[in-house]
Protein backbone atom coordinates (compact mmCIF):
# COMPACT_ATOMS: atom_id res chain seq x y z
CA UNK A 1 0.00 0.00 0.00
CA UNK A 2 0.76 3.58 -0.63
CA UNK A 3 1.02 6.36 1.64
CA UNK A 4 -2.28 7.68 0.48
CA UNK A 5 -4.33 4.39 0.91
CA UNK A 6 -2.85 3.89 4.18
CA UNK A 7 -4.09 7.57 5.04
CA UNK A 8 -7.43 6.96 4.45
CA UNK A 9 -7.35 3.63 5.84
CA UNK A 10 -6.12 5.07 9.28
CA UNK A 11 -7.70 8.72 8.58
CA UNK A 12 -4.40 10.84 9.33
CA UNK A 13 -2.87 12.53 6.78
CA UNK A 14 0.28 11.74 4.75
CA UNK A 15 1.59 14.45 6.73
CA UNK A 16 1.67 12.65 10.06
CA UNK A 17 2.39 9.19 8.70
CA UNK A 18 5.74 10.76 7.04
CA UNK A 19 6.07 12.50 10.65
CA UNK A 20 5.84 9.07 12.52
CA UNK A 21 8.15 7.99 10.44
CA UNK A 22 10.63 10.45 11.28
CA UNK A 23 10.17 9.86 14.69
CA UNK A 24 10.87 6.29 14.57
CA UNK A 25 7.36 5.31 15.75
CA UNK A 26 7.24 3.50 12.40
CA UNK A 27 9.54 1.87 10.10
CA UNK A 28 8.18 1.67 6.32
CA UNK A 29 10.08 -0.24 3.58
CA UNK A 30 10.63 1.62 0.43
CA UNK A 31 10.46 0.29 -2.98
CA UNK A 32 12.56 0.74 -5.98
CA UNK A 33 11.62 4.22 -6.51
CA UNK A 34 11.78 5.46 -3.20
CA UNK A 35 8.44 4.79 -2.52
CA UNK A 36 7.21 4.04 0.87
CA UNK A 37 5.17 0.32 1.01
CA UNK A 38 2.79 0.13 3.86
CA UNK A 39 1.62 -3.40 4.85
CA UNK A 40 -1.63 -4.40 6.11
CA UNK A 41 0.08 -4.84 9.87
CA UNK A 42 0.89 -1.17 9.72
CA UNK A 43 -2.59 -0.22 10.01
CA UNK A 44 -3.31 -1.56 13.49
CA UNK A 45 0.07 -0.47 14.78
CA UNK A 46 -0.34 2.69 13.20
CA UNK A 47 -4.24 3.24 15.06
CA UNK A 48 -2.33 2.36 18.37
CA UNK A 49 -0.20 4.70 17.77
CA UNK A 50 -2.63 7.18 17.47
CA UNK A 51 -4.38 6.13 20.83
CA UNK A 52 -1.63 6.27 22.71
CA UNK A 53 -1.61 9.92 22.01
CA UNK A 54 -4.84 10.70 22.37
CA UNK A 55 -4.41 8.97 25.80
CA UNK A 56 -2.01 11.69 26.80
CA UNK A 57 1.30 9.22 26.35
CA UNK A 58 4.71 11.63 25.72
CA UNK A 59 6.07 11.03 22.21
CA UNK A 60 9.76 9.61 23.61
CA UNK A 61 7.33 6.71 25.52
CA UNK A 62 5.55 5.62 22.29
CA UNK A 63 9.06 6.22 21.00
CA UNK A 64 10.36 3.76 23.40
CA UNK A 65 7.34 1.62 22.88
CA UNK A 66 7.89 1.46 19.13
CA UNK A 67 11.68 0.70 19.41
CA UNK A 68 11.51 -1.62 22.08
CA UNK A 69 8.09 -3.22 19.51
CA UNK A 70 10.41 -3.39 16.29
CA UNK A 71 13.19 -5.74 18.43
CA UNK A 72 10.89 -8.42 18.88
CA UNK A 73 8.97 -10.69 21.60
CA UNK A 74 11.96 -10.30 23.95
CA UNK A 75 10.65 -6.94 24.67
CA UNK A 76 6.99 -7.92 25.74
CA UNK A 77 7.68 -7.32 29.04
CA UNK A 78 9.27 -3.77 29.06
CA UNK A 79 6.56 -2.90 26.48
CA UNK A 80 3.78 -4.17 28.99
CA UNK A 81 5.36 -2.37 31.67
CA UNK A 82 5.54 1.08 29.49
CA UNK A 83 1.36 0.37 29.01
CA UNK A 84 0.90 -0.88 32.98
CA UNK A 85 2.23 2.73 33.80
CA UNK A 86 0.41 4.33 31.09
CA UNK A 87 -2.79 2.62 32.18
CA UNK A 88 -2.12 3.92 35.78
CA UNK A 89 -1.76 7.46 34.06
CA UNK A 90 -4.85 7.47 32.30
CA UNK A 91 -7.12 6.16 35.22
CA UNK A 92 -5.94 9.07 36.98
CA UNK A 93 -6.62 11.97 34.35
CA UNK A 94 -10.06 10.02 34.12
CA UNK A 95 -10.82 10.29 37.73
CA UNK A 96 -9.48 13.97 37.12
CA UNK A 97 -12.28 14.67 34.48
CA UNK A 98 -14.77 13.17 36.44
CA UNK A 99 -14.11 15.71 39.09
CA UNK A 100 -14.31 17.66 36.67
CA UNK A 101 -17.70 17.12 35.12
CA UNK A 102 -19.37 16.25 38.69
CA UNK A 103 -18.23 20.12 39.22
CA UNK A 104 -20.19 20.86 36.32
CA UNK A 105 -23.26 18.97 36.97
CA UNK A 106 -23.32 20.50 40.49
CA UNK A 107 -22.86 24.13 38.51
CA UNK A 108 -25.89 23.75 36.42
CA UNK A 109 -27.96 22.00 38.92
CA UNK A 110 -27.80 24.80 40.89
CA UNK A 111 -28.74 27.21 38.27
CA UNK A 112 -31.55 24.57 37.49
CA UNK A 113 -32.89 25.28 41.05
CA UNK A 114 -32.28 29.18 40.50
CA UNK A 115 -34.04 29.78 37.64
CA UNK A 116 -36.80 27.52 38.97
CA UNK A 117 -37.02 29.14 42.40
CA UNK A 118 -37.19 32.61 40.84
CA UNK A 119 -40.76 34.34 41.14
CA UNK A 120 -42.94 35.08 37.73
CA UNK A 121 -42.70 38.44 36.33
CA UNK A 122 -39.33 39.63 37.45
CA UNK A 123 -38.18 40.22 34.03
Same mark, same amino acid.
Given at each position: ?9 ? #? ?7 ? =? ?6 ? &? ?12 ? @? ?5 ? &? ?10 ? @???? =????? =? ?34 ? @? ?8 ? #? ?5 ? @?
Amino acid at each position: MLIGEISEKT #NLPESTLRY =YEKKGLIK &IARDSGGRREYEEN @DIEWIKF &IRRLKETGMHLR @DIQK =YSELR =YCGKSTMPERMKILEVHRKYVLEQRQKWNEYLQNLD @DKIEFYRQAI #NEQPEGN @D
